[in-house]
């Protein structure tokens, strides 16, 4: 049984069948914390995270285990996605979206999203069958990749997924000889400077171009739709937003005069957690202004989804007793996790963010604890991952209330987007890690049938 989101009750946890299967768990509980019904699950559902990532790290004995029974783990709670569904909903009710895979193509999260009545946006062919075997119909997917591999476009006109981007001529030519009957969108440029991940130096047309590009299509006789933007993943500014729902106006009345008659506007991704009110706010009050309601609004979110949803757990494999950079005479310790930029941290170098580092298990177990070392912050280390590789640091300077040793383990919150898609293998670790799935919500333990 689980509680309903908006029960002020201790919620319940609800676990996928496969983790109850493999592990003797029982439903655990989480106290009241009074407040907002949304932010009191969010706090409960955390309680709920860390006791099954304590649950799970308890489960290895280091002195025993075979090789990578230790390996890094994820706690993935659904319920967290369900919740930022219904605040998409409350906030940008007009939008519908479609789900960018690329974020993380986690089978479980496609399940969810087709399941919620999301669409998905894909970039190559891998992600469209991913989509497609999440069970959705080919219209609620976009192939929203501007310069796409000419096999993968036939792929597309084969599998029914007749919705794509283009923002140049070349692109037209292709998509001409190879899927002359899809739905096109044109993709414009947008002012991406304050986002973290700028897009708009590679995709997107000039709105001096755009005109030439709806007059060649025209001439090719191919089937324009929608107009789609990005603003940059990370976005910081919201007037981003505005400006680029105007420019899309624009380009939905030069079409007009072309001939065309779009009925989609495709506002993209760039929503973050921190940010979303705010940004819906402008978002959807420019939609109003610009766009009667006959015309259709889709967007890409992926980031906003997922981000807070996916916890990461990883084990101290080394550790190396150092003098403090800051003060010499005091000692610091370097961590070596079986985790790094090459793998689940790829985010702190393609996503520029910073994971924090919070202990799971620290169990005292070291016979060279130091009394110079602690400090009314804590201890000082830096944290590395496990390659050869002098870039593969975590973090240069972390204070933690606890003496770590081998065999210890921490956590990072907040490992959903740009993580897991953009590991590797290399050094001989692997880019393939355990996710358990919880639900901490009703709603997402129903559809998701846990
Ligand atoms: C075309 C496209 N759509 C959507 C996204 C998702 O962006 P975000 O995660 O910021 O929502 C991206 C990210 O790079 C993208 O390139």
């Keep these: 049984m689980v509680m309903a989101p908006t029960a002020c009750a201790p919620a319940e946890i609800c676990v996928s069948k496969h983790y109850q299967d493999k592990h003797e768990l029982y439903p655990s509980h989480a106290g009241d914390y009074g407040g907002d019904e949304v932010s009191q699950s969010k706090l409960a ?25 230790e390996d890094p783990f994820y706690v993935a709670d659904m319920g967290e996605i369900y919740r930022q569904h219904l605040r998409w909903k409350m906030n940008l009710g007009r939008v519908k979206p479609f789900y960018a895979v690329k974020c993380n193509p986690d089978p479980e999260i496609l399940r969810l999203m087709a399941r919620l009545g999301n669409g998905f946006d894909c970039a190559s062919k891998a992600e469209i ?10 219209s609620r997917i976009i192939y929203a990749q501007p310069c796409k591999t000419k096999s993968y476009l036939r792929y597309a006109a084969q599998m029914g997924v007749r919705q794509m981007t283009f923002d140049n ?38 709105l001096d171009v755009a005109p030439q590009l709806l007059e060649l299509a025209h001439r090719l006789e191919l089937n324009v739709v929608g107009v789609s933007f990005h603003v940059g993943s990370g976005a910081e500014d919201p007037k981003a937003f505005l ?5 899309a106006r624009l380009i939905f009345d030069q079409a007009a005069e072309i001939g065309y ?5 495709d506002v993209g991704g760039g929503f973050s957690q921190d940010t979303f009110e705010k940004f819906s706010a402008i978002l ?10 006959n015309i259709r609004i889709i967007a890409e979110p992926g980031r906003y989804y997922v981000a807070s949803a996916f916890t990461l757990a990883a084990n101290v494999i080394a550790r190396r007793d150092v003098p403090d950079p800051l003060d010499p005479s005091r000692d610091a310790y370097m961590l070596y996790l079986n985790d790094g930029v090459y793998g689940n941290f790829s985010n702190i170098i ?37 390659t050869c590789d002098g870039i593969d640091v975590i973090s240069e300077r972390i204070n933690l209330p606890g003496l770590l040793d ?36 009703a709603g997402a333990s129903a559809l998701l049938d846990y």
């Design 45 to 69: 559902a955390k309680d709920l995270v860390f006791e099954i990532l304590k649950k799970r790290a308890a489960d290895v004995d280091i002195d025993r285990c075979g090789p990578g029974e």
């Design 129 to 138: 069958d991913l989509a497609l075997e999440s069970g959705v119909d080919p």
């Design 169 to 206: 001529a070349d692109e037209l030519y292709k998509i001409k000889a190879n899927f002359p009957d899809a739905e096109l969108y044109l993709r414009i440029l947008t002012d991406d400077s304050t986002s973290l991940c700028r897009l708009s130096m590679k995709f997107g047309a000039s």
């Design 243 to 247: 400006k680029a729902v105007q420019d």
């Design 261 to 265: 008659e779009l009925h989609t506007l």
């Design 284 to 293: 959807s009050d420019a939609l109003d202004t610009y766009f009667p309601p």
């Design 350 to 386: 393609f996503d520029h963010q910073h994971p924090v580092a919070q202990i799971l298990s620290c169990e005292n177990r070291s016979r060279a604890s130091s009394p110079d070392a602690a400090t009314p912050e804590g201890f000082a280390y830096s944290i590395w991952g496990p």
């Design 406 to 441: 081998v065999g210890d383990w921490l956590y990072f919150e907040d490992m959903g987007a740009y993580t897991r898609c953009s590991a590797t293998r290399f050094n001989g670790f692997s880019d393939t890690h355990e996710v358990i799935y919880i639900s901490s919500e």
